[in-house]
């Protein structure tokens, strides 16, 4: 089926910014500036990561591996959002439609378990941190980042072409920004309603089934803290902990706002400002949010600087 629509459906149109038109010189460039930054500020903290020897710790080679599928998340989307800001070029091509939506669950699924795992090496941190050497081994943070990326390959290997099986009947115009499941089940005529069961129970599996695993993680985590005599002990607890409770937030928000609320409510508008959200935001502000917050990654970063710049030339 999937190679019958493909023969019949050679290319999609993508209706995202089109109720912007006078605006679309100005997107492209904020756009642009932030995806820059993007690039930047991830690379920086994998570079960081990679060069220093201290950051080899569990919560950092978490962070290297969750700014590294945030680059690429971006990568997926960002370029094509630019090319139809730029140009009058508003169509994708079926096979390109097809591995966007691919990488958007693979990358997207994958960092749900990440935040996961980081939530558990803090849990671990705080409340077990006689056991952490044991219970936060090597080949155990091994195990969690491969989970992570198995689970996000196979929902997106199942998911992809399941969604792309469905005829289209020769409706191609997707309001939305990307290759997203749900504005693309949009211009589907055929019955999806054994695919929205699926779909129901994995947002639950992937999704909300992690999240939930976070807060009983930080419900531990807070019970832990209160219960420490030391006042110093309780803030440099929860500044291990600040810095990926905000990334959480950022990335469960508008994904919440935007899969959560009732389809009556949804305008083209809001979709496409809330997939902005967490197309740009999160991967804009988590390297600031670690490379501030974070003494160590400060402190990393200048022992490189001194090493690169200072070091004698042989």
Known sequence: MMRGNQSAMTDFILLGFSNFPKMQFLLFVVI????????????????II???????????LFLRILSISETCFSGTIVPKMLVILSTDHKTISFAGCVVQMYFILFLGV???????????????AICNPLHYPVLMSKAVVTNLTAGSVISGSVIAMIQ????????????????????????VLEI?????????IYACVGTISVVMLPFLMILLSYTRILYTIMKMSSTAGRQKAFSTCAS???????????????????????????KELLSL????????????????????MKGALKKILRRKLFSPKL
């Open 32 to 47: 642009l500036i932030i995806y820059l930054i993007i690039l930047v500020g991830n690379m920086v903290i994998v570079f």
């Open 50 to 60: 990679t060069l220093e020897q201290s950051l080899h710790i569990p919560m950092y």
């Open 110 to 124: 994958t960092e749900c378990f990440l935040l996961c795992a980081m939530a558990y090496d803090r849990y671990v």
């Open 160 to 183: 992809t072409p399941w969604v792309f099986s469905f005829p289209f009947c020769g409706h191609n115009e997707i309001n939305h920004l990307f290759c997203e499941t749900p504005p």
């Open 188 to 196: 589907v005529c055929g019955d999806t309603s054994v695919f929205e």
């Open 244 to 270: 990926h409770l905000t990334s959480v937030t950022l990335f469960y928000g508008p994904g919440n706002l935007l899969y959560l609320q009732p389809k009556a409510s949804y305008t083209a508008e809001t």
């Open 277 to 296: 959200a967490y197309t740009l935001l999160t991967p804009l502000l988590n390297p600031l949010i670690y490379s501030l917050r974070s003494s160590e």
